[in-house]
């Protein structure tokens, strides 16, 4: 490569489509650009390639090669034509928590589950809505051909679609019928939840193309695999990373099945895996409470670093849309210590509060699972910017937490795979990692005390399934 060499990360997430033009040799990005997504939990796929069309635009011009991360587990259903047949249901969309159920028990139990396909699924996974699919709108069900992850959507549209779908064994980890030990689909697993048999993209080895042409198009991966790369994780560090999801994951050597379903064994983008904990509530427990109170963002942190630590006694279980981590996909929000004296200074500490300890509790069960992780802590995402989050993550996280200058992690990390797919090296480019604020604070065991009592004295607590 010359230093003129230019490569394009994509991240199509659940909100946006973000993408990052990128130096080749060192990883300096030239230039970012971004577009919206329809909101909700159900979406026409179509409207991805239409934002990914609006980012990368002119920059096939200018690039040698671009790689797509995307939201993982994602449902892209499409008919004989290459047509969805339904809207894609997303990660978060927990309509399919009752045929996540029943797929465990189809499979012999939860530790049978992890020990096929590396997790115990959740209604997050792609096998539960297809099943969803099957069960709830069976004409569509019957329509279906074959299935892909969002980022396989969009790397195939990057092509032209002059080539089969494909996707790599990262993304395909997240699905409920792939084997990351051997790296191949349970074809019998995928035809189980959706009543046929059904096509599945081919998996691309890592770093290596997937198509090429004027420009080359890599495997791609899923976000959270894009972020480690993005990031330079190694082996022994935690990421923690704060967005529509809530993450905690480590690198390991070693596949993982958990079958307590605490922790999920997915692959890496690089030959390893990627084990970890995830919350369906993050960045949003923050949005909402603003709302509540009325203020932006920065006046929300203002007031959460005027309450003292554990808010007066005023504590949250935050698990307003359902939650992942632990298992209630059908919870609802619940607070607990409101007295007539609590203040908007409470409500807004508790808030960020809750939302550090659920993350913790993530950590927690990741280093339970997980030999080696006694590395670093870093802290990503949109809500890391937040002084609040920021200022009470150490207290709450017991230990250094590390913020890395912000940026598009995600893209990065894609960008970082499709210069390695056009290096044709066998590992990824040593990019200069940027350097690192380092946080401390004294710990506040207490605070994450009183939120474990609210969260399992609560954990009855749902709300009434979803059917449509």
Known sequence: MTRTTRVIGVDSSTQSTKAVLVDADDGTVLAQRAAPHPPGTAVDPRRWLDACDAVVGDWRGEAAAVAVAGQQHGMVALDADGLPVHDALLWNDTRSADAATQLVAEMGGAQACA????SVLVASFTATKLRWLRDHRPEAAAAVTQVLLPHDYVSWHLTGRRTEPFTDRGDASGTGYFDARTSTWRQDLAASALGHDVALPRIVADGAAAYEDALLVAGGTGDNMGAALGLGLVPGDVVVSIGTSGVASAIAEDPVADGTGAVTGFADATGRYLPMATTMNAAGILDLQARLLGVDHSELARLALAAPPGANGVT???????????????ATGLWAGLRPGTTR?????????????SLADAVDLLASRVGGCGGRLLLVGGAARNPAVRALAPAIFGQSVHVPPPAEYVALGAARQAAWALGGTEAPPLWKPAGTEVLDADPTPFVREAYADLRDRTGAWTRPERTS
């Open 115 to 118: 020990d096929a396909v590396g």
């Open 345 to 357: 200074e409470d409500l807004a500490r508790a808030a960020v509060e809750a939302l550090l300890c």
């Open 316 to 330: 949250l279980s935050p698990y307003y849309g359902g939650e992942r981590t632990p298992d209630r996909p059908r």
